[in-house]
């Protein structure tokens, strides 16, 4: 679905739950448009009542034969000198309730276009959390930023803001040329000819805008990318000195933004000049065919200039249209990335008659389990592997050979393109995603932490639960004396990735997270690599305490932490090529044994360089 389609689309399936609301505010715009024509039309009766010498008192006003025609009879009796108070009063009343109208449809339409394009936003958001692992390995995050936040305030622009302009605008136009058809049919059609002039260069003009708008919101897109990724690496900047460069290159992705966007202005800029220099000629038209008309005497100095002033006013909202269509066409663009997210197939799907898993109760079985990104060749290769409960089991092999996707399956950020995972002989697919997440814990090298609270981060995913407990999962992790020694203690806010903190602490608060969850089953993937020594030992503490119990499947480069694991699979180009304990393995002269020997020299020459 793209273009007007989309846009239409996203404003029609989420006005329905504010229709009522919608209704009466095009109600009062509309009613609001038609004072407005009234009170352009009143310039006859100042004219021709008021102003003209020739008006007499013996003689029937304008004014009254109009209310006339409409069988108002109120005034009839009044004379000229009256009027002089009638009109004028009519005028501001007039006045009051256009804007006593527009008011209440102007905020009302807003209202409902801002509740629209919240809801938008929100449904973008949650769809994004649903989404596989696949799907942020295709949209980098600051691509996925601009379309939440760029693209949706685009669109709320045209949606809020210019949605009311808009419906004023046609409403105004609608009612004011009905008013000109009444006053005289015959100038209101000649002053009509221009129009196939302004359609076809408009057409063009929207088109170009809407390519060109399209072209801007990728670019900001990519200038979001460079500065999601550098902000996030700026320590690494730093370091390699490299800020003068990273500041050239952000220059140069920003002028091909200038570029684009000066592209969309000179479209913008060239629509007003152009309507108006038409609009010029139907203007010139209806003074020329207007003169010959007050000679003759077929209309009056009054109700020539109420036609004129009527035609100058449709004007207006015409010209409104044209810089409303401007942002539309922005808009269009913007629906159509928007669009794009939404319909996305989401790659992890849960069945609607899924079922809820029991509790982990024998065994994780991998049944001649495939896996690729895509058209890629296989991460993943016929794995076969049962993992028993209670038992320890390391996954050991050379960087891509499959670990981490093989963990990744279980509790299925991915989806496995061939072959069966099953949890105590039922299929993961079968059953909720919630029921089986929260069956599994995870520990990774790139601690991630929010925001929030100390307290708020061990309880991720808990809201509610007592800080009794938030604190005695801190103390089995050994975060309790170091998130205490805090200034506000477990109320400390950590901050974005909770940077204030060493690794080793950052790395116990998630550990203390997978406490508090108690998960019959644990992922611990490359979770003490980058830390040092003495961090490490403290980590190490916490995670022999964690594994206590569960049925733990670990991922390490470093051999020595997996030696006492209660089962080795050795994983080499996405297929297991050797299984066993460690002693069984390093017997055998195998793969396992050769990675371990090339650890234990590259370990020892390490120890000579800082001469050890």
Not at 455 to 466: F, R, T, V
Request: proline content about 3%; some cysteine; overall charge neutral.
């Amino acid at each position: 679905m793209r273009g007007f389609s989309a846009l239409f689309y996203i404003w029609r399936i989420h006005i329905r739950r504010h229709i009522l609301m919608f209704a009466t505010a095009v109600l009062f715009l509309g009613i609001a448009s038609l004072f407005y024509a009234l009170e352009i039309y009143m310039i006859r009766f100042i004219f021709d009542d008021l102003l003209s010498p020739q008006a007499s008192e013996g003689k029937k006003m304008a004014f009254q034969e109009a209310l006339g025609k409409l069988g108002v009879d109120l005034f009839a009796g009044v004379g000229r000198e009256q009027l002089f108070t009638i009109i004028p009063l009519t005028l501001v009343a007039i006045f009051l309730l256009k804007g006593i109208f527009n008011y209440f449809g102007k905020y009302w339409l807003d209202a409902v276009g801002l509740a629209t394009i919240t809801d938008l936003r929100d449904l973008l958001y949650k769809k994004l959390m649903k989404q596989g692992q696949d799907f942020f390995a295709q949209f980098p995050t600051g691509t996925l930023i601009s379309r939440l936040l760029n693209d949706i305030e685009r669109m709320k622009t045209a949606v809020s803001e210019k949605l009311t302009e808009i419906s004023t605008a046609l409403f105004s136009l609608v009612a004011l040329l009905a008013s000109a058809f009444y006053q005289d049919w015959k100038m209101t059609l000649v002053s009509l000819v221009t129009i196939p002039l302004v359609v076809f260069p408009m057409a063009r003009f929207s088109r170009k805008l809407r390519k060109v708008s399209k072209k801007s919101q990728e670019e900001i897109a990519k200038l979001a990318d460079q500065m999601k990724e550098t902000l996030t690496g700026v320590r690494i900047v730093q370091m390699f000195r490299m800020e003068e460069k990273e500041a050239e290159r952000f220059g140069v992705a920003n002028q091909h933004l200038y570029k684009v966007n000066l592209k969309a202005t000179r479209v913008m800029a060239l629509t007003t000049p152009m309507m108006e220099f038409i609009g010029a000629f139907a203007v010139a038209g209806i003074l020329y065919y207007g003169h010959f008309k007050i000679l003759s005497g077929t209309i009056t100095l009054g109700s020539f200039s109420a036609f004129l002033a009527t035609l100058y006013a449709m004007y207006v909202p015409v010209k409104k249209l044209s810089q409303a269509n401007n942002i539309v066409q922005q808009a269009v663009a913007a629906a159509d990335r928007s669009m794009e997210l939404l319909e996305w197939e989401t790659a992890v799907r849960e069945l609607p008659e899924a079922g809820e898993l029991g509790p982990f109760s024998e065994k994780i079985s991998f049944e001649n389990v495939s896996f690729s990104y895509g058209a890629t060749p296989n991460v993943l290769d016929g794995v076969t592997l049962e993992i028993h409960k209670g038992i320890s089991i390391a996954l050991v092999g050379p960087s891509g050979a499959g670990k981490s996707t093989m963990v990744s399956l279980i509790p299925r950020l991915f989806d496995a393109t061939g072959g069966r995972i099953s949890i105590d002989g039922v299929d993961i697919r079968e059953v909720t995603l919630r029921s089986l997440r929260s069956q599994i814990g995870i520990v990774t090298q790139d601690t991630v932490l929010f925001d929030l609270t100390a307290a708020e981060n061990i309880a991720y995913g808990n809201p509610d639960i007592e800080m009794e407990r938030v604190h005695e999962a801190a103390r089995r992790a050994k975060a309790f004396d170091f998130i205490s020694a805090l200034p506000q203690g477990f109320d400390t806010r950590l901050g974005e990735g909770g940077y204030s903190l060493s690794g080793g602490q950052r790395q116990r608060i998630a550990i203390a997270r997978a406490v508090l969850n108690n998960p019959p089953i644990l992922i611990l993937d490359e979770a003490t690599s980058a830390l040092d020594a003495e961090s490490e030992s403290a980590v190490q503490e916490a995670i022999r305490d964690l594994m206590r119990g569960r049925t733990t499947i670990i991922i390490a480069h470093r051999l020595s932490t997996v030696m006492d694991a209660d089962l080795t699979v050795v994983l080499e180009e996405g297929r297991i090529v050797e299984k066993g304990r460690h002693a069984e393995l390093i017997g055998s002269s195998g793969r396992y044994a050769r990675l371990c020997a090339m650890e234990f020299r590259a370990a020892l020459s390490d120890g000579f360089s800082k001469g050890e």
